[in-house]
T-cell receptor
Framework: DAKTTQPTSMDCAEGRAANLPCNHS???????VYWYRQIHSQGPQYIIH???NNETNEMASLIITEDRKSSTLILPHATLRDTAVYYC????????????FGTGTRLKVLA | GAVVSQHPSRVICKSGTSVKIECRSL??????MFWYRQFPKQSLMLMAT?????????EQGVEKDKFLINHASLTLSTLTVTSAHPEDSSFYIC?????????FGPGTRLTVT
């Protein structure tokens, strides 16, 4: 079973920040949180990942709570091209590092 | 960098025939590749983990004799759907692992008639 829970869908106005929450209350101390997104009928695209500290790259910021039981992906200035399904994944720490996808959040950016 | 390709992008086959899907890492070597299946409006479901030079590890409920996986080189893994039936129609996606991150192919849409 997936280790994460996310809201089914969200809307965001174009140009505004999109904040996508993820709950991973059973995360282990050395498991990473990964975020991917999938635009319709394409393969998932890597966005960002983190362990404890907040992370930022050219696409997004990742805020992880101090207890690591939840995180938020922030798209600072959403565009129509950011409309996609966003997946939060807790990655295995050993072995094959496989991903178990949850249901994801369907983000719709509105003009 | 870290580009993964799949071939074909779309395939239509008749019920009872077999179809092979290729997954290639174009600019890196991947000892581990993964195969996923995705039905319409659903999430990705991990089918199997493919390790170069060894037998694939299948997830619970996935028939290993129906979904044959071969990972003969560090840049190529293949998934063969044997004796395909209409219920096998789906979007099949592969990924290749670099350290802890997976890079995904564009997917193959299989339609069985």
């Amino acid at each position: 079973d997936a280790k994460t829970t996310q809201p089914t869908s969200m809307d965001c106005a174009e140009g505004r920040a999109a904040n996508l929450p993820c709950n991973h209350s059973t995360i282990s101390g050395n498991e990473y949180v990964y975020w991917y997104r999938q635009i319709h009928s394409q393969g998932p695209q890597y966005i960002i990942h983190g362990l404890k500290n907040n992370e930022t790259n050219e696409m997004a910021s990742l805020i992880i709570t101090e207890d690591r039981k939840s995180s938020t992906l922030i798209l600072p200035h959403a565009t129509l091209r950011d409309t996609a399904v966003y997946y939060c994944i807790v990655r295995e720490v050993s072995g094959t590092y496989k991903y178990i996808f949850g249901t994801g959040t369907r983000l719709k950016v509105l003009a | 960098g870290a580009v993964v390709s799949q071939h074909p992008s779309r395939v239509i086959c008749k019920s009872g025939t077999s179809v092979k899907i290729e997954c290639r890492s174009l600019d890196f070597q991947a000892t581990t590749m993964f195969w996923y299946r995705q039905f319409p409006k659903q999430s990705l479901m991990l089918m199997a983990t493919s390790n170069e030079g060894s037998k694939a590890t299948y997830e619970q409920g996935v028939e290993k004799d129906k979904f044959l996986i071969n990972h003969a080189s560090l840049t190529l893994s293949t998934l063969t759907v044997t004796s395909a039936h209409p219920e096998d129609s789906s979007f099949y996606i592969c990924s290749a692992r670099i350290v802890g991150e997976q890079y995904f192919g564009p997917g193959t849409r299989l339609t069985v008639t």
